[in-house]
């Protein structure tokens, strides 16, 4: 067990109890904050689109084609920007830090 | 144009054409009306190509496939389908009719509704950006259907995949166009951006790295687009912006409908998935009852339960003798089997 912190689009932070094994997206959407993730969890949409704290960027797996390209259908794209459903926690995970991005 | 049946389907994913067989086997006729072009839902327009592993007896199907099969199982029963449209009002008419208008002027009479639109009708997705909804079909376009306005004017594309290449490449030929996109790779099949790429190398048209952050108008309609890269804020001026960033999910007009909801999605009993209006129904991910799994698998259950019930509106005076597909004759010669 760990956690993750996720600030929402109001500005407030939620820190959320996070399981090994589970995708950030499932973590955030399963605390009932407000991610649309349409598709599910295919990477087959943009609506789980995260920034994740400079500090904790390297820390994940790089992206595959498959994200980079979805996240052609998203706003506000930045260096930061992540697919949510394309990360899962794991330990080394513990704390990271998010923002939801505009829908 | 006008049509009369006895069950309209609003949505043609696999809910909806599950619908039709179980209701097929009842002597029910459908309609069915999806605000995509094509049918199968999320299944053909989100994931055609990716493995469902929990739909019974189909170990490994994907979103096409599983399209395909239902299609094939419903097509004895003759659906008609009324695609590219929004099932956008509903009117009770003589006591025990509905008149639903589509956003085509399509208009359908029927006994029972049953929604099954999934997350909702896809729509074009809209950049989150200040006073675009000002513009909408006036300078800001978010879909085509007469490109003869963009005659010789300047325009501007926003966005990768194949909508955006496919009418970059198009309206090169009769207008001045700008394709604008956040990397130099796109997500849209290799030959349209090939083509493209060729078009801007002949210097057909003008290709701008980065994001819209802004609109603005100027002087005789003229829009002014505000758009980032690498943090730097540039504009651009142009006489139409089409951005085409794939599309999303909303209730849409079924939310002004009067039908109980629970949050984004309608309330429905367990026992006939009816809603709060008598003879309209909800089915699949769609709906909401204590339990609910937004599975495929709850959606057929559900369609099967929907159309027992659908019958008795139907046929109020004949009796429903259940029966299995296996044994019985009459079933086999609906199915043409």
Request: hydrophobic share 35%; glycine share 8%.
């Amino acid at each position: 067990m760990g956690t993750i912190i996720v600030k929402d689009r109001q500005g407030d932070s939620h820190k959320l109890i996070a399981e090994p094994g589970y995708k950030i997206m499932e973590i955030i959407r399963d605390a009932g904050l407000e991610i649309e993730a349409a598709c599910g969890g295919c990477c087959a949409c943009a609506t789980c689109h995260v920034y994740v704290s400079e500090n904790w960027l390297n820390k994940l797996n790089k992206k595959e084609d498959e994200e980079e390209s979805m996240l052609d259908q998203a706003f506000e794209v930045s260096d930061l920007s992540r697919l949510s459903c394309q990360i899962e926690f794991e330990e080394k995970l513990n704390g990271i830090e998010l923002t939801l991005a505009p829908e | 144009m006008r049509h009369n049946t006895d069950v309209i389907i609003i949505g043609a994913g696999p809910v909806g054409l599950f619908a039709v067989f179980e209701l097929g086997l009842l002597n029910l006729q459908c309609h069915l009306v999806d605000n995509l072009d094509k049918i199968g839902g999320q299944c053909s327009e989100l994931y055609p190509d990716k493995p469902i592993y929990d739909i019974p007896s189909r170990p490994k199907v994907t979103g096409q496939e599983l399209t395909e099969g239902l299609m094939q199982q419903a097509k004895p029963f003759n659906p008609i389908f009324h695609l590219g449209q929004q099932a956008e009002k509903i009117e009770k008419k003589n006591g025990n009719f509905w008149d639903l208008t589509t956003s085509h002027g399509t208009k359908i009479t029927a006994k029972c509704i049953v929604i099954a639109a999934g997350a909702g009708s896809f729509v074009p997705r809209k950049p989150p950006i200040e006073n675009i909804d000002k513009f909408e079909n006036k300078n800001v376009f978010f879909s085509i259907k007469d490109k003869s306005k963009f005659k010789d004017k300047k325009i501007l594309i926003a966005g990768g995949g194949d909508s955006a290449l496919d009418w970059t490449n198009e309206l090169s030929s009769i207008a001045k166009v700008t394709l604008m996109h956040r990397r130099k790779e796109f997500r849209a099949a290799p030959e349209s951006v090939s083509k493209m790429q060729k078009l801007e190398k002949e210097k057909k048209i003008n290709f701008l790295l980065g994001q819209i952050v802004s609109i603005s108008e100027t002087i005789g309609e003229v829009l002014e687009v505000g758009y980032k890269n690498e943090n730097i804020v540039s504009t651009v001026k142009t006489d139409f912006l089409l951005p085409f960033y794939g599309l999303k999910m909303e209730l849409g007009p079924i939310a002004n409908w009067s039908l109980n909801l629970n949050e984004n999605r309608i309330s429905v009993d367990t026992e006939k998935f009816e809603t709060s209006v008598p003879s309209i129904f909800a089915i699949g991910d769609i709906n909401y009852y204590p339990g609910k799994l937004k599975l495929i698998l709850s959606g057929f259950h559900e369609a099967t339960l929907m159309a027992q019930k659908c019958f008795s509106y139907c046929y109020p005076d004949k009796k429903n003798i259940f029966r299995y597909t296996t044994t019985s004759k009459d079933l086999h010669k609906k199915l043409g089997v």
